[in-house]
Antibody, heavy 118, light 107 residues
Framework: EVQLLESGGGLVQSGGSLRLSCAVSAFTYAMSWVRQPPGKGLEWVSSISATGDSTYYADSVKGRFTISRDTSKSTMYLQMNSLRAEDTAVYFC??????????????WGRGTMVTVSS | EIVLTQSPATLSLSPGERATLSCRASQSVRNYLAWYQQKPGQAPRLLIYDVSNRATGIPARFSGSGSGTDFTLTISSLEPEDFAVYYCHQRSDWPLTFGGGTKVEIK
């Protein structure tokens, strides 16, 4: 059974940085980060291809966040710089349900909370 | 950006009743529409992918239908564990987007 485990969340001041990690037990599909502000809905943040060659970002994080993956460590990362109060959310990592696609996520981690204080 | 609009925002029903949730897209998403269920403090769970295909382990009381821009998730007879928030999601185009959610609550 494939499992995802996020880590790296925490409290950071506005303008600061954090790096989230997602450990993946089976690492052959495209992966994504999806966030959920407290009491609100889901927002897609970023995706990376199975090989790591292609990356995509929401406009709200483009230029500030960087997604990457280390196949040797079976881990995906989200480097978050210039953090803002509106980045406060639970961040989920999620796996694409099919090897040939990015979206539609069949496996999710439990999430890690990021709080940006102003 | 493809905007997904879900309605109603809240659906108040009793166990055993039929639930019908709507998701409307601002432009065609072809058949790349999925539905998720989320309970408090939990990650979303994939219910339906590509409009009408149930994900692994999803009970037959959940069904999806629609095409183009208008989609429906139907729960034929609500069980106590079905009271939750439901989101639709499209993977037809970047950026990937989610609807705002429909909360199914106990009447």
């Amino acid at each position: 059974e494939v499992q995802l485990l996020e880590s790296g969340g925490g409290l950071v001041q506005s303008g600061g940085s954090l790096r989230l990690s997602c450990a993946v037990s089976a690492f052959t599909y495209a992966m994504s980060w999806v966030r959920q502000p407290p009491g609100k809905g889901l927002e897609w943040v970023s995706s990376i291809s199975a090989t790591g060659d292609s990356t995509y970002y929401a406009d709200s994080v483009k230029g500030r966040f960087t997604i990457s993956r280390d196949t040797s460590k079976s881990t995906m990362y989200l480097q978050m710089n210039s953090l803002r109060a509106e980045d406060t959310a639970v961040y989920f990592c999620a796996r694409a349900f099919h090897i040939a696609t990015y979206g539609t996520f069949d496996i999710w981690g439990r999430g890690t909370m990021v709080t940006v204080s102003s | 950006e493809i905007v997904l609009t879900q309605s109603p925002a809240t659906l108040s029903l009793s166990p055993g009743e039929r639930a019908t949730l709507s998701c409307r897209a601002s432009q065609s998403v072809r058949n790349y529409l999925a539905w998720y269920q989320q309970k408090p403090g939990q990650a979303p769970r994939l219910l339906i992918y590509d409009v009408s295909n149930r994900a692994t382990g999803i009970p037959a009381r959940f069904s999806g239908s629609g095409s183009g821009t208008d989609f429906t998730l139907t729960i034929s007879s609500l069980e106590p564990e079905d009271f939750a928030v439901y989101y639709c999601h499209q993977r037809s185009d970047w950026p990937l987007t989610f609807g705002g959610g429909t909360k199914v609550e106990i009447k």
